[in-house]
Structure formats: structure tokens, C-alpha cells
């Protein structure tokens, strides 16, 4: 367990390591990039065999930072960020397989993508509102660069876009924070210091409180209407930093909306839910149905990480703890399955049929041409219709559950959702892997194909995908594994209170 | 009379010339310089602006020694000086700040065919002034000190002489600088006059002095007249912090004074004005009594201020107006901490301001130091444009100007965002939150340009103009020598030492 906070090092570390072997060549910044995610991967492993689950966050270091402020460098870890950091490893080492092909400028891509690696790992395993802050914002950073250097579509556009939101929404999480700390005689940033605090506050500052940190959080994490950022960053961002940015980043978000707002604030939490539920079932059947109708293969994807994140919302909403639990499990579920989607469509496919376009990509005999991408787009896609046995299907059940015990109404909603992902994961799976050839004798392959045979399958992709399958199905046969963790995690007092809307 | 109080009196009573000792020493070494310059043959020319510099370092290693003077707490000079802990701070800061200016002007003025002494001399006075400035107890020594401040400026503004730019802003710092001081001025006489009224309760024949205007102002809580002075007062005030609606003046000046004078007016002459801010306006300040209006007047202009600053920087392109205009802001986020050290209720508002003065010196002359090294003979032309692939062809600049320009915008954890936070948190115990509400805002907005800027030197390759052949090519780059390197690495390593670990400067935030 201690050795947790060594993942944050390691990959500022490797930041720096990958800058420099990026001057030499960029197999070397690649190979250290790889090494840098698998060693800090392998800490989250060891340190998750160590765990051992319990109410409350483990200390794993407590440093005062600035002590006339009363900030601490306060890092501890319960089943919830553990669940995280697990995901956030192995999201690191795909997404670097999946950036194998990096030429440009290898070096600078490896660095600020492990820099953003260690942003996250900070996030999740802080225990203070300020560390927690400054991590966050630290992972904000890297993303402008990756997008707007390596992109694609409208990458400026879409790198300033989602940046701005980032830090619109940072910019409302310190405002909340800065007035709980004041409010609470400015002692201390400690969240469970926070908590005690905010119990003595009135009803409105809580309120107000919440609603600022909440909202925030929620910006990046893909809350109705503010999702807009998500679809264009997503499309625009590199293969690796998309993987991330649906995988991960959005978690932060969900994180600091469950750590953060709701348990500082139960009070606000029993005012605002309703209305973040109804918002996060808006998000769910909008989202989903808007990409039904998109025709560039990655905006479906980007729109379904919306609606699949609605879920995670709506499960933080239903405030009791079989939905958080199955928020927390859909946020692994999500984080794995999105990543595939978008490694998929961004590395394995656009990479060599130069084109996303839904239209030109029906007329290409894709399951034929390359049967591994369309392998794991069907797997893919069946665990994000949440299809049994995939890990998709345990967190939407979990969730949908936990809600219907808060409020009917909420899961039949919901459930409409569910159909209209399988509608627009079913459409773009037949569409694009599985589209007509008329025109062509069945069996053969369009001339304009012939003469530029497609690149087989790497060994990086292959290993990149494996890896994430694996998670995907393991967790899917056995989520007690994570739930393990995670309930227990969600008895410590301070939930408690949350989940019981702060009767306590 | 306790000890402590008889200790006082006497100092007060007689002139004692060592408690300004480190303005003397500038001073002297100043006049060094003029003599040397006659004295010495051509061939060692060369080594005068190393004189200033090493007075500078010397100076500032005394006065890092006697730190804890013997004089603080202490009125000298008839009570023209007052010697506080704040003082000594603002004193290191000039010294530091006019260290960094002579390393970069020695960079600068080799590009230029122009003298050089009078450059450095200039640089001396004006630090000895503003010294002088941030420990003043009266009106006259403050009125003084500033208009040898500006003078000083109106030469440095335009010292490239053969440019029609920085004879430009030179003209213009004049004409608005005089307009300031002509505000300042009549604030200042309404305020003396008003107060020497034998008519009125606690008159007093020494109105120009802060602690007996403080003592009739605070037995005459709404004078109109008082009202109207203490207004103009912070109207000339706020020309020189280039506060909005003062800071039309901003953009031209930054743009046609040599990189180095605009750095100094950028962080010394702002910081400058928010010593006398201080002294006036915080919560043992003279003004303080005046709260009811001093705080709405203020408050209004912080507001303005932000806004202004961060939506006018959106679409710059020069850089010099760029960061001036970004400057704008920072002056707004630091009225804010004035606005907080005015209310009893922030209890570490003054720490605060001083703590963002210096991550703003970091992180500014880092910017403004990479700025000089781009700068080619055309100094006031120095376009976005011009930052392409800086970082492949001079990766070192282009890390410090990385660093800088991360730390102005306020990205944890560099020096930047502590500062802003401080300030932030002053501002929350003040009670300032819709103040807090638009500089929230100003930070998000901000960073469209900051990050325009830093992805401009990292991630945009440059492109001769093929299609129009006219267009001048950009300038070369300066190879960075030495000491220039040392100081930059310096001043990125500041704002990463300020931001990680505030440490002793966090001490600075139990400053009264």
C-alpha cells in the first residue's frame, strides 16, 4: 500500500526521463515511456494484492505543505481510489501500446502524457482538497498540448475548447473550496477536516458550497449541458489521448464530484441530487441519441462516453450505496471499454483507412480486412451495450438498482438509455465492420483497397487490446473483485452521512 | 517610557543618515558610474555596467545582513522615513528587480548603437527612489520620490532614441505621467489644506504627515473635501499600477520602451505603486478610516481592472502589449489583495500582496528576459510570430519562458498560483466574493492566451512568408551568455522553489 504514492513519481520521473531519450530517438522515448507506465502499473498491482479493505482513507503519507495555511501533501488511498488507480494503470500502458506509431516528436508526446498519468494518480489518491486541486490542474495542462500538437480534426478548436471548460470548471471547484476553507475558520484543506467543518455550516452554505464543487467536478465529467467540450475534444485528441481523456479524465471529474462535493457537503447533496439526476438521465438518452445519428465514426464513440457517463452520474445522484458502488464500477467498466472504443476506431482503423467517415467506411469489407479490429470492436461494443458477462453489464445493473431504490422513475428513464446505446452500438459495429459491398461480387475486396494493402495489426495494438479485454471480461465475470473493495470503502462515517442525505 | 520608546524618539529626533544606508550606497555607486565613465579609458568601457551591477549585489547582500535593522519600527529624518519590515521587503524586491534589469539592459543595448552608461546610472536612481518611496511617512517624501521615479522613467522609456517608437512612448509616458502627478499633487494639497483648517476638530500644522492626517481623518470620518483628496490621490495612484480607467497609457509605452525599461515599469513601477497603496490604504493605513469609501473606489477599480486587462490581452499580438495588458490584470488580482488588507477580517492580506509581488518579479522577468533574447534591432517589433519553433531551435529559452509564462497564468504549482491563491483566500475573509466571482473569471480567460503564447514557442514551426516577399524576416536570436543565463535559470527555479515549497516566504503571509 505505501508504495502507492510512488506512481505519481515515477511518472513525473518517466516525464522527464522520455523528454530526454526523445532527443536521442523516439524508439528510445517509447520503450521508456512503456517501461515508466508498466513499473507504476505494477505498483498498483502489488499494492492492490496488499490491500486489504476497510471503512475510511489510509494514510499513506501526511506532510504539513504549507503550514501557515494549514495545507498538508496528504496522500491515502480506500477501495474507491484504489479501483481508480488500478484503471489508470493499465489505461497507461494501452494507451502508450496504442501510440506506438508516434513519430513526430515522440519524446515531447511520452512526457506530457506520462505528466498527465501523474496528475491522475495525484488526483485519486489525495486526501486533501488542496493537493487534490493542484494535481487536478496539473492534469488539465498536458491535454491542451497533446491535442492541439498531435490531433486531428479541428485540434486547436477543439484543444482550447475543452481546456477552457477544464478550467471554467477548476476555477468553480476552487471558489467552493476557498469558501468552505474560510467559512471553516481557515484552518485546514483535509477533507475529512472539510467534512467536520461543513457539518457546523448553515443550509445555504451548503448548499452553495456543493453546488460550486459539484458543478465543477461535474464540467469534466461530462454532466448535461456541459458536455459539450467532451464529443469535439475527443474527436480531436490522438488515439492515446483520447483513450485517456474518455478513460480517465472524465473519472477525475465523478471522483471529485463523489470524494469532494458529496462528502464534504451531505446537505447540498440531498438538495441537488434530484436535479443532477434528471440532468444525468437527460445526458444518458440525448447523448445516446444524438449519436445515433452521427456520421463520423469517433463522434459516435465521443457521444456514447457522454451517455455511458450519465450513468456514473446518475448513480452518484441516487445517493445510496448500491448505486455509488455501481458508479464506481461502471467509472472502471467505462474507463476500460471507452478506451478500446477508441483505440479501435482512432489507431486501428483511421490509421489505415484514412477516413472516419460512417458512409465511406460502409463500403469497406472491414471484418474481412482486418478481422482483429473488428473482433474487438464487437467485444467492445457488446460490453458497452452491457451485454452479461462483460463488465458493462454488473455496473449499469448495480446502478440501475441502486436508483430504482431512490426513485422508479429514474431507472425506467434510465433503461430507455440502455436501448438506445445498444441501437447506436449495434448501428455503427453493422456499419462499419459489417457494411454492404454492393457494387462488388461478395467476397472480394473494393479495387481502390488493392492498391494500398492495409498494414496488418501490430504486435503493440494486439498486446494494447488484449490487455484492456482482459480487464473488461475479468471484471465482468467476477465484479466482486472491485465491489470488494469499494463497499467497505463506502461505510466509512463520511459517506454514511452522504448516503443517508445528512440525516446524521 | 519603556526602552523601546525612548529608542524610537531619539532616532526621530536626529537626521541619521545610516538607516537609508543602502539608498546612499546606490546613489554613490550611480555617480561612480558618471565618473567612471570620464575617468576610464575606452577599452574598459566595457566594465561599467558591471560596476552597477556588482553595487547592486552588494547592496542588496547588506541589506539581506542587516535585515532585522536596528531602525525598524523607527520614524527618521523628522518623520519622513518610516522604517517597517514591509520597507525592507520592498527594498530587496527593488534591488532584486533592478539587478535584472541591468543584466538584461546589458543584453538589450548591445543590440542598439547607443550610450550605455546613462542607461545603468538611471537604473540606480530610480531604485534608490522607489526605496525611498515604499518607506515613506509623509506626503512630500512621497510626492519626491515618485516624481523622481517618473522623471528617471521618462528618459529610460525613450532612451532608443533613433526610434520613432520609444519616442513615442516616452512623449506619451510624459504627458500621462504628468497628468497622474498633477492628480496626485492636488489630492495631496486638498487633503493638507482640509486638514490645517483650525475650524476643524484634530487640525493638525503637520497634514502632510501620515500619522497625524491618519489621526484627523479618523476624527472627521465623512469630510467632503477630505473625500474628494483622498480620491485624486488613489487616481494618481492608480496611473502608476495601471489600474482601468488609468491604463490607456499601458499598451504604447510596454510596447515602444526597450524590453528592459518595460520590465522595470512592468514589475517595479507597479510594485512601486502598490507600496504607497499599502501604506495608504491597508488596514494602519492612512486612509484608513475612510474605509466606506476607499474600499467601494477600489473595489470598482479591481473589478474594471481584471476585466479589462484579460479581455484587451485576448487579441494581442505583440508580445510587448501582450504582457502588458496581461499586466493590467495582475495589477487588478493585486488590488484585490489591497482591497483584503484593507478589512480587519484577512488577517494575511499584506503577506499575500507581498508574496504575489514576488512570484509576479519570477515570473515576469523570465518572460521578459526570453522577450530580450528574441528582441532584434527593431525592439518595439516583437510579434507572436516570432516565438515559432523557438522551442527546437533554443529549447532552454523556450523552458524558462515556459516556466514564466505558467506561473503569470497561474498553473499549480508553480509560484503563480500560490500567489493567487493567497490573495484569493485574503480576499474570501474580506468578504470581497463578487470581487472574487470576476477574478475567477479573469484566470479562466486568461489562459486562452497564455497557452496561445506557450504553444506559439513550442508546437508551431516557422514558416518563411513566400507569398509576400516584403515581409521582414524575423530576427535573429540572441545566444544567451553567462550571467543572463544564470539569472534566468534563477528566476524559473524561484518560481518553482515559490510554488513547491513557499517555505520562508510562506512566512511572509504572517506579516502584519
Excluded at chain 1, 475 to 501: E, R
Excluded at chain 2, 323 to 336: D, E, N, R, Y
Aim: hydrophobic share 60%.
Amino acid at each position: 500500500m505505501n508504495a502507492l504514492p510512488c506512481t505519481i513519481y515515477i511518472s513525473f520521473l518517466g516525464a522527464l526521463l522520455a523528454l530526454g531519450a526523445g532527443m536521442r530517438s523516439a524508439a528510445t522515448a517509447r520503450v521508456v515511456a512503456l517501461l515508466t507506465a508498466l513499473t507504476s502499473c505494477t505498483v498498483t498491482f502489488y499494492a492492490a494484492s496488499q490491500f486489504v479493505p476497510g471503512p475510511g482513507l489510509q494514510t499513506l503519507i501526511d506532510k504539513p505543505w504549507i503550514p501557515q495555511m494549514g495545507i498538508h501533501y496528504h496522500l491515502a488511498a480506500d477501495g474507491i481510489s484504489l479501483t481508480l488507480i488500478v484503471l489508470t494503470g493499465l489505461a497507461a500502458v494501452s494507451g502508450i501500446l496504442f501510440s506506438w506509431n508516434i513519430e513526430e516528436r515522440a519524446g515531447e508526446f511520452f512526457a506530457l502524457y506520462l505528466a498527465l498519468i501523474g496528475g491522475v494518480y495525484g488526483v485519486f489518491l489525495s486526501a486533501d482538497a488542496f493537493t487534490l486541486f493542484v494535481f487536478y490542474e496539473i492534469a488539465i495542462v498536458p491535454k491542451y498540448f497533446l491535442i492541439a500538437n498531435w490531433g486531428s480534426t479541428k485540434r486547436e478548436y477543439g484543444a482550447m475548447k475543452l481546456v477552457l471548460y477544464s478550467f471554467a470548471g477548476s476555477a468553480l471547484v476552487l471558489a467552493g473550496l476557498l469558501w468552505a476553507y474560510a467559512a471553516g475558520g481557515a484552518h485546514s484543506f483535509g477533507l475529512g477536516e472539510l467534512a467536520q467543518a461543513a457539518a457546523h455550516f448553515s443550509r445555504h452554505e451548503q448548499l452553495g458550497m456543493f453546488a460550486l464543487v459539484f458543478l465543477g467536478f461535474a464540467v469534466l465529467a461530462g454532466l448535461f449541458p456541459f458536455h459539450t467540450w467532451a464529443p469535439t475534444g475527443h474527436v480531436a485528441a490522438p488515439t492515446a489521448a483520447s483513450m485517456l481523456l474518455a478513460g480517465v479524465v472524465m473519472k477525475l471529474g465523478a471522483y471529485g464530484c463523489l470524494r469532494v462535493a458529496m462528502a464534504t457537503f451531505p446537505v447540498g447533496l440531498a438538495f441537488w441530487s434530484p436535479l443532477i439526476a434528471w440532468l444525468a438521465i437527460i445526458g444518458i438518452v440525448y447523448a445516446g441519441l444524438v449519436a445515433l445519428v452521427q456520421q463520423d465514426f469517433k463522434f459516435v464513440i465521443g457521444y456514447s462516453s457522454v451517455s455511458h457517463m450519465g450513468f456514473v452520474l446518475l448513480g452518484l445522484a441516487a445517493a445510496n450505496a448500491t448505486a455509488v458502488s455501481g458508479a464506481v464500477l461502471q467509472m472502471f467498466s467505462h474507463g476500460v471499454i471507452a478506451g478500446l472504443l477508441f483505440a479501435v476506431v482512432g489507431r486501428m482503423v483511421y490509421e489505415r483507412t484514412h477516413t472516419r467517415q460512417l458512409a465511406d467506411l460502409r463500403t469497406m469489407p472491414l471484418h474481412r480486412l482486418m478481422p482483429f479490429a473488428a473482433m474487438t470492436f464487437v467485444l467492445a461494443g457488446l460490453a458497452s451495450m452491457g451485454m452479461p458477462g462483460f463488465s458493462g453489464f454488473p455496473a449499469e445493473l448495480t446502478i440501475l438498482i441502486g436508483a430504482w431504490k431512490t426513485s422508479p422513475k429514474w431507472a425506467l428513464f434510465a433503461a430507455v438509455g440502455v436501448l438506445i446505446a445498444a441501437a447506436f452500438t449495434l448501428r455503427v459495429m453493422q456499419v462499419s465492420f459489417f457494411g454492404t459491398t454492393e457494387g462488388t461480387k461478395p467476397g472480394s475486396i473494393p479495387a481502390h483497397h488493392l492498391d494500398h494493402p492495409m498494414a496488418p495489426i501490430t504486435w503493440a495494438e494486439r498486446a494494447g487490446a488484449l490487455l484492456l479485454i482482459a480487464a473488461m471480461v475479468y471484471v465482468g465475470l467476477k465484479p466482486d473483485i472491485l465491489l470488494n473493495w469499494i463497499t467497505p470503502a463506502l461505510q466509512s462515517p463520511l459517506f454514511q452521512t452522504a448516503l443517508k442525505g445528512g440525516a446524521s | 517610557m519603556t526602552p523601546e520608546l525612548v529608542k524610537v524618539a531619539a532616532a526621530a529626533s536626529d537626521n541619521t543618515w545610516a538607516a537609508i544606508f543602502p539608498e546612499l550606497m546606490l546613489a554613490c555607486v550611480a555617480l561612480l558610474l558618471l565618473v567612471a565613465e570620464i575617468v576610464l579609458p575606452k577599452k574598459f568601457h566595457e566594465l561599467i555596467p558591471s560596476i552597477a551591477i556588482a553595487g547592486i549585489v552588494g547592496t542588496f547582500i547588506g541589506l539581506l545582513i542587516n535585515f532585522q535593522s536596528a531602525w525598524l519600527g523607527a520614524y527618521t529624518f523628522s518623520g519622513l522615513l518610516h522604517h517597517t519590515m514591509g520597507g525592507q521587503i520592498m527594498r530587496a524586491f527593488f534591488l532584486l528587480a533592478a539587478l535584472l534589469v541591468c543584466l538584461l539592459g546589458r543584453v538589450s543595448l548591445a543590440k542598439q548603437a547607443m550610450p550605455r552608461i546613462e542607461f545603468f546610472h538611471l537604473v540606480l536612481i530610480i531604485t534608490a527612489a522607489m526605496m525611498l518611496l515604499a518607506q515613506s511617512a509623509h506626503f512630500v517624501m512621497l510626492f519626491v520620490a515618485l516624481e523622481t521615479v517618473t522623471i528617471g522613467f521618462y528618459i529610460l522609456v525613450s532612451y532608443f532614441r533613433t526610434s520613432a517608437a520609444s519616442l513615442e512612448a516616452g512623449l506619451k509616458y510624459l504627458v500621462m505621467g504628468a497628468l497622474s502627478s498633477g492628480m496626485l499633487l492636488f489630492g495631496i494639497v486638498l487633503l493638507y489644506g482640509i486638514a490645517g483648517n483650525p475650524a476643524l476638530k484634530a487640525h493638525t500644522a503637520e497634514s502632510m504627515n501620515f500619522g497625524s492626517l491618519a489621526i484627523f481623518l479618523a476624527a472627521n470620518p465623512h469630510q467632503f473635501l477630505a473625500s474628494i483628496g483622498i480620491v485624486l490621490v488613489l487616481a494618481g495612484v492608480a496611473f502608476k499600477i495601471g489600474a482601468f480607467p488609468f491604463q490607456i497609457w499601458i499598451p504604447d509605452v510596454y510596447q515602444g520602451a526597450p524590453t528592459p525599461v518595460t520590465a522595470f515599469l512592468a514589475v517595479a513601477s507597479k510594485a512601486a505603486g502598490f507600496a504607497v497603496l499599502l501604506a495608504l490604504a491597508g488596514k494602519d493605513g492612512v486612509f484608513a478610516s475612510y474605509g466606506w469609501l476607499v474600499t467601494p473606489v477600489l473595489t470598482v477599480l479591481a473589478a474594471a481592472t481584471i476585466l479589462f486587462g484579460n479581455v484587451a490581452a485576448l487579441t494581442q499580438h505583440n508580445v510587448k502589449r501582450l504582457i502588458g495588458l496581461s499586466g493590467v490584470s495582475h495589477a487588478g488580482f493585486l488590488l484585490l489583495g489591497v482591497i483584503a488588507a484593507s478589512s480587519p477580517l484577512a488577517a494575511m492580506a499584506t503577506g499575500a500582496v507581498y508574496f504575489y509581488l514576488f512570484a509576479y518579479l519570477f515570473a515576469s522577468f523570465a518572460v521578459f528576459g526570453v522577450m530580450t533574447h528574441l528582441a532584434g534591432a527593431d525592439d518595439s517589433d516583437q510579434d507572436l510570430d516570432h516565438y515559432t519553433g523557438l522551442a527546437k531551435e533554443s529549447p532552454f529559452l523556450a523552458a524558462i519562458l515556459a516556466i514564466g509564462l505558467g506561473s503569470l497564468a497561474g498553473i499549480p504549482p508553480l509560484a503563480g498560483f500560490m500567489g493567487k491563491l493567497f490573495v484569493f483566500i485574503a480576499a474570501f475573509q474580506a468578504g470581497a466574493r463578487w470581487l472574487l466571482v470576476i477574478a475567477v473569471a479573469g484566470v479562466v480567460i486568461s489562459i486562452y492566451y497564455y497557452f496561445g503564447w506557450i504553444k506559439a514557442a513550442f508546437f508551431e514551426t516557422w514558416t518563411s512568408p513566400v507569398d509576400s516577399p516584403n515581409t521582414p524576416a524575423r530576427p535573429a536570436r540572441t545566444p544567451v551568455e553567462l550571467a543572463a543565463g544564470i539569472a534566468l535559470v534563477a528566476l524559473a527555479l524561484g518560481s518553482l522553489a515559490l510554488g513547491f515549497y513557499p517555505g520562508t516566504f510562506g512566512q511572509l503571509l504572517a506579516l502584519r
